[in-house]
């Protein structure tokens, strides 16, 4: 099967959409193109692999580390968000290392030092075998998360995670604090607040709006913080039932 990728820009984002969501008239589309176009300029690229016949069949989110949503440290890296092959038909074919391969090459266009990515075996994240298969190395591991990162050049200096548990005991009620990197973030927080005020839980809102409060949020993914008195209680969008499971059990 022949394939071809596609680079999404704020010219073309609601012809070729965001892969993960595709209904260009939901509140949750509207609130990541807002976001996409206020970070493209800062090097942000969505990339969509397609079939020969417009099929879309896997993505990748990248953008240079600086102006990463994820607490890391990788001067003139790449730093890849988020990727995902949407069939199990099409996984395990090579169409994520065809994507991670292209965005390896766009940032040796720009000069930069190497590719970095935070991996997990849990939700939500892309798994660290994939990048070890393309010659990819662990420099640093906190809780489920690892970072691994291809150098271009030995001289590059290694990246680094940010301490992201040094925050929260800061964080006294409930709290939620997200972002709309992921557009899946809306409905999630809409049900938790209703759920919240269904309650009489007073839950504290903020809306990351830059990259810099997203690296200083305390998990490892940074961009979906459930915080209760000082615990992280969730570190990626929930349905609202498992939000009242989590109530059930931290208020007896």
């Keep these: 099967m022949r394939m071809k990728i596609i680079d999404v820009t704020p010219q073309n984002v609601r012809e070729e959409t965001f892969f993960c969501i595709k209904n260009v008239n939901a509140p949750e589309f509207k609130a990541k193109e807002e976001w996409f176009n206020k970070r493209f300029d800062e090097?942000?690229?969505i990339n969509i692999l397609k079939?020969?016949?417009n099929k879309p069949i896997a993505f990748i989110e990248y953008i240079p580390a600086n102006?990463?949503?994820r607490p890391v440290i990788a001067d003139n890296y790449m730093f890849i968000h988020c990727m995902y092959t949407y069939s199990n038909k099409d996984k395990g074919k090579g169409y994520a290392s065809e994507l991670i391969t292209?965005?390896?090459e766009d940032a040796k266009h720009r000069k930069m030092?190497?590719?970095a990515v935070m991996t997990s075996k849990g939700s939500w994240i892309a798994n660290k075998s994939i990048f070890e298969k393309l010659n990819y190395v662990e420099f640093d591991k906190r809780g489920r998360f690892e970072l691994m990162a291809k150098k271009f050049h030995d001289s590059a200096k290694d990246p680094?995670?940010?301490d992201w548990t040094a925050n929260l005991s800061k964080y006294k009620g409930w709290h939620l604090l997200?972002?709309?990197?992921?557009p899946w973030h809306g409905k999630s927080v809409e049900a938790?607040?209703?759920i919240a005020k269904e309650n009489n839980i007073d839950i504290q809102l903020k809306k990351l709006t830059n990259s810099e409060e997203a690296k200083q949020m305390p998990s490892g993914f940074g961009v979906f913080n459930l915080i209760f008195n000082g615990k992280l209680l969730e570190d990626h969008y929930i349905s609202g039932t498992r939000f009242k499971n989590i109530l059930k059990k931290e208020i007896k």
Aim: with cysteine.
């Design 192 to 194: 938790i607040c209703n």
């Design 178 to 182: 997200y972002s709309d990197q992921c």
């Design 67 to 69: 102006f990463a949503w």
């Design 51 to 53: 079939s020969d016949d």
């Design 160 to 162: 680094k995670l940010i």
């Design 113 to 115: 030092d190497g590719v």
């Design 43 to 45: 090097g942000l690229r």
């Design 102 to 104: 292209a965005c390896e």
